[in-house]
């Protein structure tokens, strides 16, 4: 009888993977895959007709003009040996078959696949509005290309529409520019979806002092053009009106799951169900053996956040969770991995690098425990129930290694800091997140739940 390592010898040498997701997750896990000893068959599918590139620049460096657009390529640790299939998206997952459907009638048959295909930009909701020229999205390298030469030509003001990471780091760039710029953001401050009230306040402060137009609690009704199909005008809900000639639509990501509507995989609004080794669960809450998840569009559950689902959209979390795939993909139930790291994330805007760790969503407690609010340089805490879940710092990155430790022994909330920059009246407060709409906008990291298989899953079409 042919043993189950046998097996796996064999599979590792002859055996066909398939990874849907031609970025960062995807070309990782792909590197990892060879270095883990696997030399069969390995199908690259993205649905962009470029070479696999770094996003979170596109934001920062490409709309400055310190880094050319096609100058993001993400750079290969080895050669992978494998076939590119670029510029067709998938269209389905057929499980029955081991097949990948691809948009352009192919199919691709498999033994095992990783699923990393992350978000895409939440685009304008009325399609001649989004259509206007100057209105924009920033997701691909086109976008911030198009961008950057809409900044450089010098617009008499600049409208964004949301001010959570992507918004507020192009605002920032605004400034720096001397671009007279207007930030609508339909929550009560910036960053509230994923830092919560207090720091959404802090972040408010900060960019009025540089000159931002910021109008919160409103909304953006109507994008207005001219009659050549320019972006002119926009209405807000306040009855207000602002003139422009570029806007930018930051209003979160819409994971790219709708090609697996039909596959009965655990999918939803906030990406693909999978275990903590990255394998994914079907519709019933049951792990899959062959089916893979990593990156932005993954959706696991954590053990030090009481094992609650949590999506991320954070750039070491996708090399981490793409290291744990392809690990365990090629290995035995007894040596696989599970994805335990503490998630952190970081943000420059108006001169201050914010940086995170841990899951600040998942808090109900906020305190400021170091340093001066006044001078944008402090550290604050979350906790829940008592123990530290989060630490965000603005100018003091130096600690959040301290923090980690914190989180990950389940330090008691207010965390004990023998340290001489405690703020003499720092006192912990509610850290009052906004409801669902706008975390889907804002957060980079969210608490989604306890279960897998929940009925609202299955009724989901995006």
């Given at each position: 009888m042919t043993s189950r390592a046998e097996v796996l010898q064999a599979f590792k040498r002859d055996g066909r993977i398939a990874i849907v997701g031609a970025s960062l997750a995807g070309l990782r896990t792909a590197e990892a895959l060879r270095d883990e000893g696997f030399t069969g068959s390995l199908t690259m599918i993205g649905d962009e007709a470029g070479e696999p590139y770094d996003r979170p620049p596109l934001s920062k460096q490409v709309l400055t003009g310190w880094v050319p657009a096609e100058g993001t390529t993400l750079p290969r640790r080895r050669e992978i040996d494998a076939q590119w299939l670029l510029g067709v998206p998938a269209s389905g997952l057929d499980l029955a078959k081991y097949v990948v459907r691809?948009?352009?009638?192919?199919?691709?048959?498999?033994?095992?696949?990783?699923?990393?295909?992350?978000?895409?930009?939440?685009?304008?909701?009325?399609?001649?509005?989004?259509?206007?020229?100057?209105?924009?999205?920033?997701?691909?390298?086109?976008?911030?290309?198009?961008?950057?030469?809409?900044?450089?030509?010098?617009?008499?003001?600049?409208?964004?529409?949301?001010?959570?990471?992507?918004?507020?780091?192009?605002?920032?760039?605004?400034?720096?520019?001397?671009?007279?710029?207007?930030?609508?953001?339909?929550?009560?401050?910036?960053?509230?979806?994923?830092?919560?009230?207090?720091?959404?306040?802090?972040?408010?402060?900060?960019?009025?002092?540089?000159?931002?137009?910021?109008?919160?609690?409103?909304?953006?009704?109507?994008?207005?053009?001219?009659?050549?199909?320019?972006?002119?005008?926009?209405?807000?809900?306040?009855?207000?009106?602002?003139?422009a000639d570029v806007a930018v639509v930051a209003l979160g990501g819409i994971r790219n799951t709708e090609w697996l509507r039909d596959s009965g995989l655990a999918i939803g609004p906030w990406g693909v169900a999978c275990d903590s080794g990255c394998r994914a669960f079907d519709l019933n809450g049951l792990v899959t053996d062959d089916i893979f998840v990593a990156g932005d569009v993954a959706r696991c559950p954590h053990p030090i956040y009481e094992y609650r689902f949590i999506s991320l959209e954070h750039w070491a979390n996708a090399v981490e969770q793409a290291q744990i795939a392809a690990h365990n993909m090629v290995n035995l139930q007894a040596d696989r991995w599970p994805h335990l790291s503490i998630p952190a994330f970081w943000s420059i805007q108006f001169g201050v690098n914010i940086k995170s760790v841990g899951v600040p969503t998942f808090a109900d407690e906020v305190m400021v425990t170091q340093g001066s609010v006044s001078d944008r340089r402090f550290v604050a805490a979350y906790g829940y129930k008592g123990r530290v879940t989060a630490a965000v710092s603005f100018n003091n990155a130096k600690w959040l290694d301290h923090y980690r430790t914190l989180i990950e022994a389940a330090a008691p909330f207010p965390p004990p800091l023998p340290t001489p920059d405690q703020p003499a009246d720092a006192k912990p407060m509610p850290v009052d997140f906004p409801g669902p709409l706008l975390l889907s906008q804002d957060a980079t990291v969210v608490v989604t739940g306890h279960d897998p298989s929940e009925r609202r899953v299955t009724a989901v079409r995006l």
């Open positions: 691809l948009a352009d009638g192919q199919e691709v048959p498999f033994d095992r696949v990783l699923i990393s295909t992350g978000v895409r930009a939440r685009p304008w909701p009325v399609e001649a509005e989004a259509a206007l020229d100057g209105v924009f999205v920033v997701r691909t390298r086109e976008d911030a290309d198009g961008l950057r030469r809409a900044l450089a030509a010098g617009p008499r003001r600049v409208l964004i529409i949301g001010a959570g990471f992507t918004g507020s780091e192009i605002a920032s760039i605004c400034r720096e520019r001397d671009i007279p710029v207007t930030v609508a953001e339909l929550g009560p401050a910036p960053l509230v979806g994923a830092l919560g009230a207090m720091i959404g306040e802090i972040a408010a402060d900060m960019q009025r002092a540089h000159g931002v137009d910021l109008r919160c609690g409103v909304k953006v009704t109507q994008l207005e053009g001219d009659e050549q199909g320019r972006f002119r005008r926009a209405h807000f809900s306040d009855g207000g009106s602002v003139d």
